[in-house]
């Protein structure tokens, strides 16, 4: 089964806070997990992707946490700021076989609708 | 360049209309993707080409008909769809190799059907 279930589904935090979002998988057949950022009328981009061999991975203020024993990674933000405000997507993309090519078949969770307040 | 362009930006149609999405992108990709969006939702995937070739299709209804007449275009084909069909439609690209190729999303069609 597919499924990325996501929390919180909203978060407000202070200008200079710290911000969490936490995503938990079931299928341990994914092996790859990368965060998206979507604005408002835009199109989601990738922010920040890890693989279940690294326990964390940071990009400047981005970094993900991933618990592969307990089926989760989070996504923490430091130092928030007001143009972090944005929708935040997990995802984990599956293999998957069409027309003898490979591609990734992106699961999404529900999205997490981030305000930072100045 | 990592752009995917869409046109049009905004569509209002009616139900007996016949309209076209247009996306376009120069990264040599080969996967080329279309989703749905709905507000507040996560993107749901509705169709994958691969090599200009239909991979996927996410049974979605036959009043959406893709296209992919190019490795850098792709097409949805709108015709006789309903109310419930107003979403935000993306478009996405990405090389065809491992599962971990990074999709690069365009900024969508926001469609209105009446």
């Known amino acids: 089964q597919q499924q990325v279930k996501q929390s919180p589904q909203s978060l407000i935090v202070q200008k200079g806070g710290i911000s969490i979002i936490n995503c938990a998988y079931e299928?341990?057949?994914?092996?790859?997990f990368p965060w998206y950022q979507q604005f408002p009328g835009k199109g989601p981009a990738l922010l920040i992707a890890i693989r279940p061999d690294v326990s964390e991975k940071k990009e400047g203020r981005f970094t993900i946490s991933f618990n592969k024993s307990a089926k989760q990674f989070s996504l923490h933000i430091m130092d928030s700021q007001p143009g972090d405000s944005a929708t935040y997507f997990c995802a984990a993309p599956r293999a998957s076989l069409g027309g003898g090519t490979s591609y990734g078949k992106l699961t999404f969770g529900q999205g997490t609708i981030l305000t930072v307040h100045p | 360049d990592t752009e995917v362009t869409q046109t049009p930006k905004h569509l209002v149609m009616g139900m007996t209309n016949k309209k076209s999405l247009k996306c376009e992108q120069h990264?040599?990709?080969?996967?080329m993707y279309w989703y749905k969006q709905k507000a507040k939702k996560p993107p749901e995937l509705m169709f994958v080409y691969s090599y200009e070739k239909l991979s996927i299709n996410e049974s979605v209804p036959s009043r959406f008909s893709p296209e992919c007449p190019n490795s850098s275009l792709l097409n949805l084909h709108l015709h006789a769809l309903q109310p419930e069909d107003s979403a935000l439609y993306l478009c996405?690209?990405?090389?065809?190799?491992?599962?971990?190729?990074?999709?690069?999303f365009g900024p969508g069609t926001r469609l209105l059907v009446l």
């Open positions: 996405a690209s990405s090389q065809v190799g491992t599962a971990k190729e990074t999709q690069y």
């Open positions: 299928n341990t057949a994914f092996d790859y």
């Open positions: 990264m040599g990709h080969r996967a």
